[in-house]
């Protein structure tokens, strides 16, 4: 009998554990890898909670894959798709979440404000908001899914080794802490060691300066598939941000089969061409060019099809990264990963808008405690003089596009927390590493790029071919020590922040390396993306304050001035003259040549009974320059009736806002000042 009760006690006892276990488990599975960040169900209440505003309007621009929205919130007064609109696109990469919240913060500063602020209702009576805050929605996810991975491409199955098995080899969370971080093996012929400064950090050794390489990386996992390559074909998929068309990554993983080939991206780009208001575009991404402006390539001059800015936009490029980096006050950001087949650069150099893009967070930096003066912050010691560091970066920044998303003829799964790919067996291509993180190894060009990234300056003489292969060596040797700079400054921060953001090497028993001492261990994925969420709001207002900063720059039209003058025989002469107000220009260079914006144009609505002598009523005018740029435009009418006629002058431009002005035909009339 007391065994009976006994039993039943066990049994109890096991039910309670089980259900503990579940429990935990269950909540466990819903944490985000970062508490405090929205997942899908998430973002969209708080987009429908915007939407709600007399300011805004919610719509979907398409459904992906995953059944996810890609959601896109139009924040205005009026006719909004009459107003010269700025496109805010968030998480474009989409392991870095921050992107959406910043995006989803600013749509909601804006109707907030809109209901207080005057000046943010005049705001919006004259620029659109286009906010599409998660263009890549299920990639996002991978954020708020144990085991967390850092991941950039949709659902779209994809056999990575072309073995006749779809996505049967992925990484593996081998220590089941939920996180899938490196694996590091001994290897007498492995290429990596520790860091000197930090042994948890590995760096690529340097043959040339009498350093051994003692281990070979691997993201953590199995060979599932028994084929002797670690992780070459994990789910999915298509990464939005390496699927647009300029410098498209053929063939490269990530890519997918052809531009655009997306829900998401068709869907971002559909309705980018059908919205000809769009005056710019503002992503938030790791490819930045607030902080470091794209520099103009003397090969873009020339050439019909430009791969760098037209030194022509170059200024204004720097002009509003003056402003940006004014507004958000960071020092010493990361270097800017390659950006093939990315959004921003499909932006400006396709789409033909002006395409800003920052990153909105880094890690800081961190000066380890000897080095440190008493209560002064790294930030502020950095800002005061130019650190060798700096010079350095500044110096590589000069010569280098820095393509840190390039892999190395490495294959398997890419690790973006730790940027390295899966295995060291050497393929025939590349993998992409898109957009790959600041990194434990770091990922350079092949060379099988020619073409030339918006980054790369002029200021080189000689051919680039000429300088092209020592340049390039010395440029990954000083970006490699440079990565492994940031890595040991991540952990210092980490330490400080009391941020648990990287797993301390722990050994594993890992069958595919037989008698060979295995070690999982590495960075989080998405810490060093994404920073805490008590700097979520902070960094919205900043960036908040940005963007109206931004369309404070944007053209201005005015009529300045218009003249009548008879001629006699009812025939009048009449000037008008055309002014820009605003900082940038009606029209970039970039968009010149791509013919993608519509050009300003001028129209005479004529009474009944008038006509003109020559010409025509609507004229195409020439791009206005920033701050005063203008142009004249005269017309000879001839006026039938006795009656004083009244005709109207139109001018306007989908991106650049329209103006109107009556003009009466009376002697000697002439008016000056403009049309509000
Ligand atoms: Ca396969
Ligand atoms: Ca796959
Ligand atoms: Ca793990
Ligand atoms: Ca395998």
Not at 334 to 356: D, I, L, N, V
Not at 556 to 577: D, N
């Amino acid at each position: 009998m007391q065994c009976h009760v006994s039993r039943r006690n066990l049994l109890g006892l096991l039910c309670i554990t089980v259900g503990l276990l579940l429990l935990s488990e269950a909540a466990v599975a819903d944490q985000p890898a970062i508490e405090g960040y929205a997942d899908y169900d998430a973002y969209r209440l708080q987009l429908e909670s915007i939407g709600h505003s007399e300011y805004a309007k919610l719509e979907s621009l398409g459904r992906t894959r995953g059944s996810r929205e890609v959601y896109l919130l139009t924040i205005g007064s009026g006719k909004m798709d009459d107003r010269p609109a700025l496109l805010i696109v968030g998480s474009v990469h989409p392991p870095h979440l921050l992107g959406s919240e910043l995006a989803v913060r600013i749509a909601r500063h804006l109707v907030e404000q809109a209901k207080t602020d005057q000046a943010v209702r005049k705001l919006l009576e004259r620029v659109t908001f286009y906010v599409i805050p998660r263009p890549a929605p299920d990639a996002c996810e991978a954020f708020f899914r144990r085991p967390y991975l850092e991941r950039s491409e949709n659902e779209r199955p994809i056999d990575d080794d072309r073995d006749g098995a779809t996505d049967e080899d992925g990484p593996d969370d081998l220590d089941g802490d939920g996180w899938i971080t490196m694996m590091r093996v001994t290897d007498p012929a492995g290429s990596y060691m520790p860091h000197p400064d930090d042994a948890r950090v590995m760096v690529k050794a340097d043959p040339q300066r009498d350093q051994q390489g003692r281990f070979s990386l691997y993201v953590e996992g199995r060979d599932n598939d028994a084929d002797e390559e670690q992780g070459e074909d994990p789910p999915g998929g298509v990464a939005f941000n390496r699927n647009f068309t300029f410098r498209y990554p053929f063939y490269e993983r990530g890519a997918g089969p052809h531009q655009i080939s997306e829900v998401e991206t068709r869907a971002v780009a559909d309705f980018a061409f059908s919205h000809p208001n769009i005056a710019a575009v503002l992503t938030f991404t790791p490819e930045d060019n607030l902080m470091s402006p794209w520099k103009p390539g003397a090969s873009a001059e020339a050439k019909p099809i430009k791969t760098a800015v037209p030194s022509a936009d170059a200024p204004y490029f720097d002009f509003v990264a003056e402003q940006y980096r004014e507004v958000h006050g960071g020092k010493n950001p990361p270097e800017s990963p390659e950006a093939r087949g990315s959004f921003s650069e499909w932006a400006y150099f396709h789409y033909g808008r002006w395409s800003f893009a920052c990153r909105g967070w880094w890690i800081p930096q961190d000066k380890p405690e000897d080095e440190k003066g008493k209560a002064q912050p790294a930030d502020e010691k950095a800002s005061k003089g130019e650190s060798a560091e700096d010079k350095l970066s500044e110096a590589v920044r000069e010569v280098s596009p820095l393509p840190l998303g390039e892999g190395q003829g490495v294959r398997g799964w890419r690790n973006h927390a730790n940027g390295i790919d899966g295995s060291a067996s050497a393929g025939p291509h590349p993998n992409p590493l898109p957009e790959g993180e600041g990194t434990v190894a770091s990922h350079f060009s092949d060379g099988l790029s020619e073409e030339v990234s918006p980054e790369k300056k002029t200021s080189d003489e000689k051919p680039a071919e000429e300088k092209s292969a020592e340049r390039k060596s010395a440029e990954k040797k000083s970006a490699e020590e440079k990565q492994g700079a940031e890595d040991v400054n991540a952990l210092r921060w980490f330490a400080r922040q009391k941020i648990d953001g990287f797993v301390d090497w722990k050994q594993i028993a890992q069958p595919d390396f037989p008698q060979r001492k295995v070690e999982v261990g590495g960075f989080r994925p998405f810490l060093r993306l994404n920073p805490p969420a008590d700097q979520l709001e902070p960094l919205a207002e900043k960036h908040c304050q940005f963007v109206r900063r931004l369309t404070e720059l944007l053209p201005r039209l005015a009529v300045q001035q218009t003249k009548v003058e008879p001629l006699g025989q009812h025939v009048w002469r009449i000037t008008a003259v055309v002014v820009n107000r605003g900082y940038l220009p009606t029209e970039s260079q970039m968009g010149r040549t791509t013919r993608e914006p519509h050009p300003l144009q001028i129209q005479l609505e004529l009474p009944e009974g008038a006509s003109l002598v020559t010409g025509h009523p609507r004229v195409e005018l020439p791009v206005l320059a920033g701050h005063g740029g203008k142009a004249e435009q005269t017309w000879l009418v001839r006026v039938a009736g006795a009656e004083p006629a009244v005709l109207r002058l139109r001018v306007w431009s989908p991106s650049v806002g329209r103006v109107t002005k009556r003009i009466k035909l009376a002697a000697s009339s002439e008016t000056k000042g403009e049309t509000p």
